[in-house]
């Protein structure tokens, strides 16, 4: 059976159908029965305009030969598209659910949750709550909540770690209104276990010398120096550097516990010469206003650094923390002390970093080596 594999590719800036055969002219003279196949110099191939009618017009032509016709990636592509295209509109809530929200969220901040949490589920619950509207249902079900799954998340191809959200946000919604709803088992999907991307050494040195600006040079240093999560480093204040213990003190950090970190003595020289020219006032980084620095800000400080040292590696400002991480287990510090530094509730989180480690993978022979 003649088989022809139909691909994604593009043409002159346009997205088009690539059909892939070897040479065969009752396969060239079926498809040049239809107007709209074109034959391409550069590609070497016949091709199609992509839109799903015309894969539908070139399956069917080709199926009339009864050849085989694949079109596994194509079908891949147009699911993507369409997940990409998805927007579901919702309507506006009412006077009495907008009440509702605001009552919720200090009944959040009651319990003391951070900020970020009680902004994380007030927002998912408004998208509940106005998906509630538009299906113009009076009670709180558990079909209402898996329909809200399907619709509002997978449909629209948000992450697994959203979705996690959101099911944590509706549950405590649920506990503010004191509503039971059985059987509510709505089983959060499993995150992707993705290693943490790793700077070398190397790439580290690059991207500071490739910092001109000082406040920006010592903010990044810090994080890499101390291993600091980002809203740990832009909380800091001027008190929580102990110079004389040479040490940093990280205050209501994730999950409000305190902790303390390393103070780089080659860091403190860094520090001490941006202190004496920003002359900060409360907290050690601080915007034009005299507020806390800015998160997206220090992001686009990254990115800057980034593209001056041409590093093509998906980093963050979380990979800083990362490579500090790594590095210290790639020098033989016991893995107990960078749980302590990195404020890790379980050994278990902090032993991901064993995979990306150098040293213990560089000690393994590989086998091929002695053929």
């Not at 059976?1 to 997205?15: C, D």
């Not at 070139?58 to 699911?79: I, M, T």
């Not at 996690?164 to 959060?188: A, M, S, T, V």
């Not at 991480?325 to 902090?350: F, M």
Request: aromatic residues 12%.
């Amino acid at each position: 059976m003649k088989s022809i594999i139909l691909l994604p590719n593009t043409h002159k800036n346009h997205p088009i159908i690539m059909m892939k055969f070897p040479y065969d002219d009752e396969i060239k003279d079926h498809l040049l029965l239809l107007s709209e196949v074109k034959w391409s110099r550069t590609l070497k191939s016949f091709y199609i305009k992509k839109n799903k009618t015309n894969l539908h017009l070139v399956f069917k032509h080709l199926r009339q030969k009864n050849w085989f016709v694949n079109y596994e990636k194509l079908k891949y592509e147009f699911k993507k598209e369409i997940k990409v295209n998805y927007k579901l509109v919702l309507p506006e809530l009412s006077k009495e659910l907008n009440t509702e929200l605001i009552k919720f969220r200090k009944w959040l901040q009651q319990k003391r949750l951070s900020d970020n949490t009680v902004n994380s589920y007030t927002e998912v619950t408004t998208f509940f709550l106005r998906y509630k509207t538009l299906k113009k249902v009076e009670h709180y079900s558990v079909k209402l909540i898996e329909q809200f799954n399907y619709d509002f998340i997978y449909k629209a191809n948000r992450s697994v770690s959203y979705q996690n959200q959101c099911i944590n946000g509706i549950k405590k919604f649920l506990l503010f209104k004191n509503l039971e709803i059985n059987p509510l088992d709505i089983e959060r999907p499993k995150k992707v276990k993705q290693l943490p991307a790793v700077l070398s050494f190397e790439e580290i040195k690059a991207i500071f010398n490739n910092l001109t600006n000082l406040k920006h040079k010592t903010l990044l240093s810090l994080l890499y120096s101390g291993g600091l999560r980002i809203g740990e480093a832009l909380n800091l204040k001027i008190e929580d550097i102990d110079s004389n213990r040479m040490l940093i003190h990280i205050k209501q950090a994730k999950g409000k516990k305190d902790r303390y970190t390393l103070l780089s003595s080659t860091f403190l020289k860094l520090l001490r010469e941006y202190y004496l020219a920003y002359k900060p006032k409360i907290f050690l980084f601080e915007g034009q206003n005299g507020n806390k620095y800015s998160n997206a800000s220090a992001q686009a400080v990254l990115k800057k650094a980034l593209r001056k040292t041409k590093i093509n590696k998906r980093v963050t400002l979380h990979t800083l923390r990362h490579s500090f991480a790594t590095h210290l287990l790639e020098n033989g510090t016991d893995i107990r002390y960078i749980q302590e530094l990195l404020g890790h509730n379980s050994p278990k989180t902090t032993m991901i970093y064993t995979h990306v480690t150098n040293t213990s993978l560089n000690n393994i022979k590989n086998p091929f080596d002695e053929l």
